[in-house]
């Protein structure tokens, strides 16, 4: 018979990893190694696993709750140096991609109030 560690140890995730999976998307610790599971076998999965626990820590920090907030810090450095140095240049690159503005939308917003 597996144990919920064994589940763990074959996931590839660390306990940490696995609860902060479980924190953010409100499941059971096993539902949860599942989830990461499946997701470390996926082409953006990593990047997933890596937004679920940046998400964590921010909503760790607006409850105030430092303690938990630093200790999934931890959670996110170890996860980062486990599964790529590259995912944490990956992930900024797409959240700095995301962000910038569309020089074209105040072109098209010109060219719509010329019209009217």
Do not use: W
Request: net charge negative; glycine share 4%.
């Amino acid at each position: 018979m597996l144990t919920i560690e064994d589940c763990i140890a074959l996931s590839t995730l660390t306990e940490a990893e696995i609860d902060a999976i479980a924190e953010h998307e409100h499941l059971p610790e096993i539902a949860a190694v599942e989830l990461g599971a499946y997701l470390m076998q996926t082409r953006d999965g990593k990047a997933r696993v890596k937004a679920m626990i940046v998400d964590d820590i921010h909503a760790a920090q607006a409850r105030e709750q430092h303690a938990h907030a630093a200790k999934l810090k931890l959670c996110l450095k170890h996860f980062l140096a486990e599964h790529g140095p590259e995912l944490g240049r990956q992930v900024s690159a797409d959240a700095r991609a995301d962000t910038t503005p569309d020089p074209r939308a105040n072109h098209r917003a010109d060219r719509a109030g010329a019209t009217d």
